[in-house]
């Protein structure tokens, strides 16, 4: 179908128009985006009297000390290891039990009992984990485990396990199974077939969930504010959550903290943006 040279400059103009009211509603919302970032960020350098006269204004001076502050009240190095520990043992842990029970459970799909133990371990997506917080603090205390990393690493991987393997379930289906067999040829086994041949293959999978649970991980306050007592073992958010009071908010110090609590995350989007995009993109593709 041709399109007339009469209407060729009406169509650029009508997809000009769309173009402009296109980047004109991004803006838009682009603004509405940064303006709770805009409000942390300015707050951070202002008085409790300052921020509640002038929320949205500048401060009078941008003086660091108040981050210095914030860094040595919430013993930042500490904290930071703590969070960090509890974030890379909970994305290990997913992403390997993860793909491991999503490839065996879609190869064995045909399988009565692969099918039930599917459907059990994907009950899991059915109920949050605060439902049973006390049946969970029962287990971590008979265990042993309370005050422990341990035990809110292990509450990670058991409650973000059922969406890793639903995931992970859908890209082995689309990994050709004559590759496992050519690998059986040669004499690999179960193990060595899964590490050298399913799992790179599974890399869009492996990203998609090793980002959604780092988030999960690093953001996560119910667990450590139940299992970790002692403040050598507390993490980030416990110490933002030291300024609310039961009558009263330390502005003044909570908002350095907040932005030094999200800092982690910003730098690893920062330096991973490529692998962030592409993972999720790929795990839309899959």
């Known amino acids: 179908m041709t399109v007339a040279p009469a209407r060729l ?12 009211a296109a980047l004109v509603a991004l803006i838009l919302l682009s603004i509405v985006v940064l303006i709770p970032v805009y409000y942390l960020l300015v707050t951070t350098f202002k008085t409790t009297d300052e921020a ?7 401060p ?8 210095v502050d914030a860094f040595v009240r919430m013993e930042y190095p500490r904290a930071f290891l703590n969070t ?32 039930i133990a599917f459907l059990v371990l ?14 969970l603090y029962e287990v971590v205390k008979a265990l042993g485990l309370m005050n422990s990393l341990l035990a809110v690493i292990l509450i990670n991987v058991a409650v973000n396990l059922p969406f890793a393997t639903l995931l992970f379930h ?4 689309t990994i050709p199974r004559e590759l496992e067999e050519a690998a059986g040829i040669d004499g690999a086994g179960v193990f060595r077939t899964f590490a050298t041949i399913v799992f790179p293959l599974l890399r869009p999978a492996v990203v998609t969930v090793a980002i ?12 450590p504010l139940y299992f ?33 609590g999200v800092l982690p995350l910003v730098v690893f989007y920062l330096i991973l943006q490529r692998q962030v995009i592409g993972g999720v993109a790929g795990s839309v593709k899959g």
Request: proline share 3%.
């Open 170 to 173: 859908a890209f082995t289906t």
């Open 60 to 67: 009078t001076s941008f003086d660091l000390t108040v981050y």
């Open 84 to 115: 960090f520990l509890i974030t890379a043992g909970s994305v290990v842990g997913v992403v390997a039990l993860g793909s491991m029970a999503g490839y065996a459970l879609s190869r064995k799909s045909k399988s009565r009992t692969a099918s």
């Open 228 to 260: 970790l007592q002692s403040r050598d073992k507390q993490v980030i958010l416990q110490e933002v959550y030291r300024n609310i009071g039961q009558f009263s908010i330390d502005w003044t110090s909570l908002f350095p903290m907040m932005v030094l």
């Open 9 to 20: 400059p009406s169509l650029r103009r009508t997809r000009r128009r769309t173009s402009i």
């Open 122 to 135: 994907l009950s899991g997506l059915m109920f949050p984990y605060q439902m049973s917080i006390l049946g």
């Open 52 to 58: 509640a006269a002038n929320p949205m204004g500048l």
């Open 212 to 223: 959604l649970n780092t988030l999960s991980a690093w953001n996560d306050f119910m667990g």
